[in-house]
Structure formats: structure tokens, C-alpha cells
């Protein structure tokens, strides 16, 4: 079971820190994932990391401005988000998988409940 938070209503510019909690046992090689949806369009990827070895990969769009990391001893997984722009308005989603590191929203299979980020310009 996964448990988000964090979201919230921040300026164009500004930062946030989304979390989320990770319930039960996370293999080394499976790989927790964030995503964003707007209402109206499919999920995107938006980065992972390998709860293993920590290897992380993002999407080209939040590279340089958000962060993935992991607490193994907490089992929770953090998206620092900094920079942020009106467009990265969406509910984000965190995931697991145990398929390999992946970016694609199919290959996750415990989803968290979402939380709402609002950029305003």
C-alpha cells in the first residue's frame, strides 16, 4: 500500500516535497516511480528510483529541477520539486513496480491515492 502527500498550491518558481509511504516489504530490485496526470490526458512518467541501489532516471521535462530520493529505513520515497512551473499543475502518483526499471505507467502495480499540485503563475 502506498501513501502520498505533500501536494499544495505554490507560486510559479517556488518548491514542494512530496512524499510517500510505503507499506509491507520493497524488494532491492523493485523501483518506486512518480507520475502526474491532468484531468483529460494520459499519466506521464515523471522519474524512478531502484530501492536497491538508489539508480534514479527522469523524464526530460523535470530534469535539473526535481529530485527522486528514498529513506530504506523509513520505507518512504521523496520528489523534491523545485522550479516549479504553472504546467507541472497536476495530481502526481507514486508506484511500484517489481518489473524492472521502467517508465512506463502498465508495469506499476501498487499505486498510491494521488495528491494535487497547483502552480500558479
Known sequence: QLQASGGGLVQAGGSLRLSCAASGRLLSSSAMGWFRQVQGKEREFVAFIRWGVGTTYYADFVKGRFTISRDKSENMVYLQMNSLKPEDTAVYYCARTTRGL????????????????TVSS
Open 102 to 117: 521502467t517508465t512506463m505507467s502498465t508495469f506499476y502495480d501498487s499505486w498510491g491515492q494521488g495528491t494535487q499540485v
